[in-house]
C-alpha cells in the first residue's frame, strides 16, 4: 500500500504520518508539502530515518509537478491535510486560502481521476456549519447541517468540500470526507489558542483572549483525529461525509486558565484584547454518525490530553523556540535549493 499525505510537515499531517508509520510499518508514505510558513521540516526529522518515508517538495497547485509525482508513484491513497489552516490570517488575506484549499483541492481530484487513484480522503473541519448559539447546550452540528461559513477560511474549506462531493456524484470519484473539531497536540504551530498560550506563558508574555473568552471550541487530542481518519478509510462509504469531535467542549478562558494552572503562572498574564471579526460563539459536534459507521470513539480525555500537550511543549524547547525566532525557515531554504 502506497499512500500520500499532502501537508504532511503541519501538525495534523505530521501526526497522522507518525500514525502510518507505527501502524503499518510495512506500506510506504509519500509527503507532499509546500513547506509554507505552516510546514516545518524539523518536525518529520524521526520519518526522515524510516525507509518507507519519502518526502516531495511540492505545491498542490502546481498541476505539472502533482502528475509528474503521481505518475512517479502510484498512489493507492491520497489524504489531503494541504491548507492554510489559520483563521485569523485568512481575515487579513484570504487569497492564498482561495488558491491552496479550493484549487489545490481541484488539483488534486483532478490528477486523482486522471490517474485512477483508489482512493481520495479529503481533511476537512466543522467551521464550515458556522456557529451554534451560547445559550443552547443541546444543540450540535451533525453531517445534516447546512453549510453556513463565517470567515474567508471556513468558506474555503467548505468550497473544497463541495468540490469533493460534485468529483463524486459528477465523475464517481471515491471519496470521502472527514469534519473534525479543534485539534490539540504535538507540533502544533504556536500560532493557534493552545500552543500560542503554553508558549506566551512560559516567557511571562501577555495571553491575548479574544473578547470576553466565552467562545466555546470543541476539543480533540490529535491522535483521535488520525484514528479517525483512517478508521473512515478502511470502513467508510464512498461519498459519505463524517463528523469527528468528541464532546469536549470548554470555553477559550477555561483552557486559557488551566493551561495557567498547570505551568503554575499567574492569571495576571491574561489580557483581553478585541475580538476576532466574525468570531464564532461555538462549535460543538455530533459524532453519533463515525461511531455507529465504524466503530470510532475518541480516547483522550481533555485533561489527559492538555498535560500531554503541555508535557510536550516543556520537552521540546528546540522546536517552538526555532520558530519564534524564525530559524527554521532557513532549514526550509536549504532543503528547497
Ligand atoms: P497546518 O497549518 O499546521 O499545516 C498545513 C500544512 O500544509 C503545512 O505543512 C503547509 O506547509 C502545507 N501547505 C500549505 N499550503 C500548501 C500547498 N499549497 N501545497 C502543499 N502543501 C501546503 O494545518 P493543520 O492544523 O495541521 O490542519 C491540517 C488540515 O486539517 C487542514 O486541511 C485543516 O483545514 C484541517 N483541520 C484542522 C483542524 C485544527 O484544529 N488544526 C481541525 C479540523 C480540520
Ligand atoms: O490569540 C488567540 N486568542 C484567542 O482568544 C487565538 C489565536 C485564538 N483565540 C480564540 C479564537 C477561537 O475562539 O481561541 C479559539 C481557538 O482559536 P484558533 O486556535 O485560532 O482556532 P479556530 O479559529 O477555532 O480554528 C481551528 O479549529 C478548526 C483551526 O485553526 C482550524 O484550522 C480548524 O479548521
Not at 488558491?99 to 483508489?118: H, Y
Not at 447546512?146 to 470519484?173: C, E, F, M, N, W
Not at 459536534?285 to 465504524?294: E, F, R, S, W, Y
Request: aromatic share 12%; proline share 5%; glycine share 8%.
Amino acid at each position: 500500500m502506497k499512500r500520500l499525505v499532502t501537508g504532511g510537515a503541519g501538525f495534523i499531517g505530521s501526526n497522522y504520518i507518525y500514525y502510518l508509520l507505527d501502524k503499518y510499518p510495512e506500506d510506504q508514505v509519500v509527503c507532499l508539502d509546500a513547506l509554507t510558513y505552516a510546514g516545518n521540516i524539523h518536525t518529520l526529522q524521526d520519518a526522515f530515518g524510516r525507509h518507507n518515508f519519502t518526502f516531495a517538495l511540492g505545491d498542490i497547485t502546481d498541476r505539472d509537478f502533482v502528475e509528474m509525482l503521481f505518475d512517479e508513484h502510484s498512489f493507492d491513497e491520497v489524504i489531503n491535510f494541504a491548507a492554510e489552516s489559520h483563521v485569523d490570517r485568512s481575515i487579513e488575506d484570504p487569497s492564498v486560502f482561495l488558491k491552496t484549499n479550493v484549487l489545490g483541492t481541484q488539483v488534486l481530484l483532478d490528477t486523482c481521476r486522471k490517474k485512477g487513484v483508489p482512493r481520495y480522503h479529503q481533511v476537512s473541519t466543522d467551521e464550515v456549519y458556522g456557529e451554534l448559539p451560547l445559550d443552547r447546550p443541546d444543540l450540535f452540528f451533525t453531517e445534516e447541517t447546512p453549510i453556513r461559513t463565517s470567515s474567508p477560511y471556513s468558506a474555503s474549506k467548505a468550497s473544497a468540500d463541495l468540490l469533493v462531493q460534485a468529483y463524486h456524484r459528477t465523475y464517481g470519484l471515491p471519496v470521502t470526507i472527514s469534519r473534525c473539531s479543534n485539534n490539540y497536540g504535538p507540533y502544533q504551530f504556536p500560532e493557534k489558542l493552545i500552543p500560542l498560550m503554553i508558549t506566551r506563558a512560559l516567557a511571562d508574555q501577555p495571553l491575548p483572549v479574544y473578547g470576553k473568552g466565552e467562545n466555546v471550541r470543541d476539543w480533540i487530542y490529535v491522535e483521535d483525529h488520525c484514528s479517525a481518519i483512517d478508521g473512515i478509510l478502511r470502513l467508510g462509504t464512498l461519498g459519505e461525509v463524517y463528523n469527528v469531535g468528541g464532546h469536549n467542549e470548554k470555553t477559550n478562558i477555561h483552557i486559557v486558565r488551566t493551561i495557567l494552572g498547570e505551568l503554575g503562572k499567574p492569571e495576571s498574564l491574561i489580557s483581553y484584547v478585541p475580538d476576532r471579526l466574525g468570531h464564532d460563539l461555538r462549535y460543538a459536534i455530533d459524532p453519533g454518525k463515525i461511531h455507529q459507521a465504524i466503530g470510532w470513539l475518541p480516547t483522550v480525555f481533555f485533561e489527559e490530553g492538555i498535560r500531554k500537550t503541555i508535557k510536550w511543549y516543556l520537552d521540546h524547547p528546540d522546536w517552538w523556540e526555532n520558530i519564534l525566532s524564525g530559524d527554521y525557515r532557513q532549514a526550509q531554504e536549504l532543503f528547497s535549493r
